[in-house]
C-alpha cells in the first residue's frame, strides 16, 4: 500500500512542477490554514468559552487535514492531536512538497503568518489568542461582533428581497422569507402558509431548522419557537418547496480594499431530507451551468450573480471581511430560481469541491465529493477497504486523478468521519 500512494505523490508531485506551483514557494506568502466546523454552531452560541458537542468535535480532528488539498504547498494546516493524521503523513514520501512540513501542532508556535479558517468565531479567537497569537492578528471584539451579525440568516432574507426588487418581473425569480420577531408573528405564517420551514438565525448545516404546517403551532414547535426567539431574538419562517430540481450555489470572494466580489464559480450539491449538506457533484463550471440552463434561462443567471456581486460588496466589504462568501440557491420544476436560500460568510465544502476539481481531476472527468459519518470506525474501515478494491483511483501522467475513489482525510482507529473524491460518470447519479 505505501508503494502504491507514493507512486501517486511522486505523481503529484510532477504534475505540480510542470504546472510551475513549486518554483518559489515565497511568491505565495504563507497562508496558516485552521478547519474549524463547529463555526457557525459557535457564532450561534456567541461565548468565547464555547465547547461544541461530542459529533462536530470529531468532525474537527477527523477532517482537520482536509485544507492541504487546497492551500498552496507553502502553507500550513493546524492540526489538532490526533494518532490517525500523523500515521497518514508518515506514509507519504517525504519529498511529496504538498505535504511536507505542511503540519502546526497543539505543541507548536503558530508562526507570523495570515490566518485562514473555516470561519470566524469569538471561541476561536479566543483560542488562537491563547496560544500567543497577537491581537493585531485577530479580529476585535467589535469586528467580531459585526461579522456575527452578517453571518445571521437576517443577511439572506434582506438580500433575497433586494435580489427581486432589482430583478422582478425581468426573470423567473421565486422564493419568500420573514425575520420574526415575536412568537404572534411566527404563530400567524405556521398557521397560514401550507407548509413552511422555520429557521434559527444562526445554526450549523442541517441544524436549527423545524418544519411547519398549516394550524400546526403547537409544542413541540412552539417550544422550539420561544426557545430560540429567547436565545437569539428572531426566527426566519419561509415556505417550504417540495417541487425541488436542485440545490446548487453561487461562490464569491470578497476583495475589501478592492471593493469587488470576485465570482469563483458554481457548487452543485447534495442534501438530504432535512436539508443537510451530503457532498457535491464534482463537475467544471461549463458542465454545471449547462446543467442548470436546462431549467434557468442563461441570462438569469448572469443577472443574479451581477446583482449578488453588488449587494455581496455593499453590505459585507465595509466590515473589513475579506474571504469566501457563498450563496445558496435552489431551482423549482416550475423553472424557477430560488436565488438566496442562505448566505455563507466563512469557507465552505463548494469551494472546497471546486478547487479540488480545478487542481485534482483530468478535465472532463465528474465525481462526488462526500463527507460522510460512520457510526463506529470499524464500519468505516471497512467501506474504505471495499471502495480501494473497487474503485482503485487511475492517475494521468500530470497527477490528475481520472477515476476511482480517493480518501481526502486518514482513516485511524478513532476515526469516524471522511471525506472522499469519488470519480467517475457512475458517482454522479
Request: hydrophobic share 40%; with cysteine.
Amino acid at each position: 500500500m505505501q508503494s502504491g500512494v507514493s507512486k501517486i505523490f511522486i505523481l503529484i508531485l510532477t504534475f505540480l512542477y510542470l504546472c510551475g506551483q513549486l518554483t518559489d514557494f515565497s511568491a505565495y506568502g504563507m497562508n496558516i490554514y485552521i478547519f474549524n466546523p463547529d463555526n457557525d454552531l459557535a457564532l450561534a452560541n456567541g461565548d468565547t468559552n464555547y465547547l461544541p458537542p461530542r459529533n462536530v468535535r470529531l468532525m474537527t480532528v477527523d477532517l482537520a487535514m482536509l485544507p492541504a488539498w487546497y492551500s498552496q504547498p507553502s502553507d500550513k494546516v493546524i492540526l489538532p492531536d490526533s494518532e490517525a493524521i500523523c500515521s497518514f503523513s508518515k506514509t507519504l514520501p517525504n519529498h511529496a512538497c504538498l505535504f511536507e512540513n505542511k503540519w502546526i501542532t497543539d505543541s507548536e508556535a503558530i508562526p507570523d503568518a495570515t490566518l485562514c479558517p473555516w470561519g470566524w468565531n469569538p471561541a476561536l479567537v479566543k483560542r488562537l489568542a491563547s496560544r500567543g497569537v497577537s491581537t493585531e492578528r485577530l479580529p476585535s471584539e467589535d469586528v467580531m461582533r459585526v461579522w456575527r451579525q452578517l453571518s445571521s440568516r437576517s443577511n439572506a432574507v434582506s438580500v433575497l428581497a433586494a435580489i427581486k426588487e432589482r430583478l422582478g418581473g425581468k426573470h423567473p425569480l421565486m422564493g419568500e422569507s420573514w425575520m420574526c420577531n415575536t412568537e404572534a408573528e411566527v404563530a400567524s405564517l405556521v398557521n397560514t402558509l401550507p407548509h413552511t420551514m422555520l429557521k434559527a438565525p444562526w445554526s450549523g448545516s442541517g441544524k436549527g431548522l423545524r418544519r411547519g404546517m398549516a394550524g400546526g403551532y403547537r409544542s413541540p414547535l412552539s417550544g422550539w419557537c420561544v426557545r430560540t426567539l429567547e436565545r437569539q431574538g428572531a426566527v426566519v419562517v419561509e415556505p417550504l418547496y417540495d417541487s425541488k430540481v436542485c440545490d446548487f450555489a453561487m461562490e464569491f470572494y470578497v476583495h475589501t480594499q478592492e471593493k469587488k466580489a470576485e465570482f469563483v464559480g458554481y457548487s452543485l450539491f447534495v442534501t438530504n431530507a432535512n436539508g443537510a449538506y451530503e457532498g457535491n457533484i464534482l463537475m467544471n463550471d461549463a458542465e454545471i451551468e449547462e446543467y442548470l440552463i436546462h431549467s434557468v434561462p442563461c441570462e438569469t443567471l448572469y443577472a443574479v450573480r451581477d446583482v449578488l456581486a453588488d449587494e455581496l460588496v455593499r453590505r459585507f466589504a465595509p466590515s473589513g471581511y475579506q474571504g469566501y462568501v457563498g450563496v445558496d440557491m435552489m431551482i423549482c420544476s416550475s423553472s424557477l430560481l430560488h436565488p438566496c436560500v442562505e448566505i455563507n460568510l466563512r469557507m465552505n465544502m463548494g469551494v472546497v469541491s471546486h478547487l479540488l476539481y480545478e487542481r485534482w481531476m483530468m478535465p472532463g472527468t465528474k465525481g462526488r465529493f462526500v463527507v460522510e459519518y460512520y457510526p463506529t470506525p470499524e464500519k468505516l474501515a471497512d467501506m474504505h477497504h471495499q471502495r480501494m478494491e473497487q474503485h482503485t483511483p487511475v492517475w494521468a501522467t500530470d497527477g490528475r486523478i481520472c477515476s476511482g475513489y480517493l480518501p481526502l482525510t486518514p482513516i485511524g482507529k478513532q476515526t469516524h468521519y471522511l471525506a472522499a473524491m469519488m470519480v467517475g460518470d457512475e458517482f454522479c447519479r
